[in-house]
Structure formats: C-alpha cells, structure tokens
C-alpha cells in the first residue's frame, strides 16, 4: 500500500510557471506507475501525465504538451510536475495516483486504472 501527499500548489499568473510535487510512503515506490490528474469544479476527473516506474517513459495530454513535464525521484519517493507556460484554464485540483506496475513498460491514462490517490493540490491561474 502507498499514500500520496501533494504539495507546491498556489496562485501563479498567466505565462508564469509552477512545481508540484507528490510525496510517497512506503519502500516500494519505484514499482508503482505514477500520474497526475487534475479537476475543475463540477466535472470529471481529466489525465494530465503519467510516468513509468523507472521514469523511461512519459505521456501527457494534448493540453499540456510542451508546457508541462512529469519526472520522478525514485530515491526521495516523490513524483514532480513542472507547469511552464501556465493559462487560466488550467486552474484545478491537481491530484497524483498510483498503480502496482507489472514491467517497466506500464503506464495508464485512465483514473480508473490507478487505485492510489492523494488528496489533491489547488492550483489556480489569474489572468
């Protein structure tokens, strides 16, 4: 079992940039795939990037291509999300999930395949 804690959420403005990171428990971190979610009021749940156990792969939505980078530590436990170029829609609640990964080729897109969850972290956007 892992836990996840966000944190580095905040009120940035428009063009600026941003860090978030997910903090894990456990011994085991380096055999989870890991992902970053984020939600806006009143809807779904929406991927925004996963990362294979070993970090050799990443996957983003085309929303934030180029913008943001997934990256891990497996030594310090904790999974990042670098926000670059920052827009008003992307204010949510981000949040970063985990799954038991069979190889090191795994990673999903959907919320429903990670069964780990953090609380989530506000990031807000002005323009």
């Known amino acids: 079992q892992v836990q996840l804690v966000e944190s580095g959420g905040g009120l940035v403005q428009a063009g600026g940039s941003l860090r978030v990171s997910c903090a894990a428990s456990?011994?085991?971190?380096?055999?989870?795939?890991m992902a970053w979610f984020r939600q806006y009021p009143g809807k779904e749940r929406e991927f925004v990037a996963a990362i294979t156990r070993g970090g050799g792969t990443t996957d983003y939505a085309d929303s934030v291509k180029g913008r943001f980078t997934i990256s891990r530590d497996n030594a310090k436990n904790t999974v990042y999300l670098q926000m670059n170029s920052l827009k008003p829609e992307d204010t949510a609640v981000y949040s970063c999930a985990a799954v038991l990964a069979p190889s090191r080729s795994y990673y999903y897109t959907e919320g429903y395949q990670y069964n780990y969850w953090g609380q989530g972290t506000q990031v807000t956007v002005s323009s």
């Open positions: 456990g011994r085991t971190f380096s055999a989870y795939a």
